[in-house]
């Protein structure tokens, strides 16, 4: 079946260091691939998209390019912030399906 | 700003309730989502609707039901609470995608604890 693989956290990190959360998928075809932010007490928040190969999805200084030849969507950002902390989740949404599956998430601790 | 509104942050309940989760979007989305979300387990999908009175299992259906009975509110019921259903339990909706795909709008979460 679909699945998101993500990196296990957490991820710790001191502020202003370069950030990336792995996450690869299993799925046929050209699904759509999402990344999520949860911060403490909040429900999850679309952080940025990407519905087709060689997408780059961008959202307050966060980006992850769709590549379908190693069917990943890694999370980057240049330089991390203490209010970046909260937990990440990647997830896909197959073309005719309205629902998504999600990885199991990643922590990111950012250290002032 | 639209939203999905969960109606308690954090509920306390006794083995063997009944009890009600109620999720209202004021979207106009078609679907609608519970999902139960565990350390270690992420989010599980556990029923799903496209539209009025239409529901579909998802991952984990066993010791749930829904109603949605209107198109803003979907209700996660747990028939016989138990023990193992403590979690934080998400809603979301989403529009039936055409165009320019959004995904899913998410409540704040209810944080259940079965005693």
């Known amino acids: 079946g679909d699945s998101v693989t993500q990196m296990e956290g957490p991820v710790t990190l001191s502020e202003e260091a370069f950030l990336t959360i792995n996450c690869t998928y299993t799925a046929t075809g050209y699904p759509s691939l999402f990344w999520y932010v949860q911060y403490p007490g909040e429900g999850l928040q679309l952080l940025l998209k990407?519905?087709?190969?060689?997408d780059k999805g961008s959202n307050k200084g966060f980006e992850a390019t769709y590549r379908k030849e190693t069917t990943s969507f890694h999370l980057e950002k240049g330089s991390v912030q203490v209010s970046d902390s909260a937990v990440y989740f990647c997830?896909?949404?197959?073309?005719?399906?309205?629902?998504?599956?999600f990885g199991t998430g990643t922590r990111l601790l950012v250290s002032p | 700003d639209v939203k999905v509104t969960q109606s308690s942050r954090y509920l306390v309940k006794r083995t063997g309730e009944k009890v009600f989760l109620e999720c209202v979007q004021d979207?106009?989305?078609?679907?609608m989502f519970w999902y139960r979300q565990d350390p270690g387990l992420g989010l599980r999908l556990i029923y799903f609707?496209?539209?009025?009175?239409?529901?579909e299992k998802g991952d984990i259906p066993e010791g749930y039901s829904v109603s949605r009975e209107k198109k803003e509110r979907f209700s996660l019921i747990l028939e016989s609470a138990s023990t193992n259903q403590t979690s934080m339990y998400l809603c979301?909706?989403?529009?039936?995608?055409?165009?320019?795909?959004?995904?899913?709008?998410f409540g704040s979460g209810t944080r259940l604890t079965v005693v």
């Open positions: 979301a909706s989403s529009l039936i995608p055409a165009g320019v795909e959004k995904g899913y709008t």
């Open positions: 997830a896909l949404r197959k073309t005719g399906f309205q629902k998504l599956v």
């Open positions: 979207m106009d989305h078609e679907n």
């Open positions: 609707s496209y539209d009025v009175k239409m529901k």
């Open positions: 990407a519905t087709k190969a060689d």
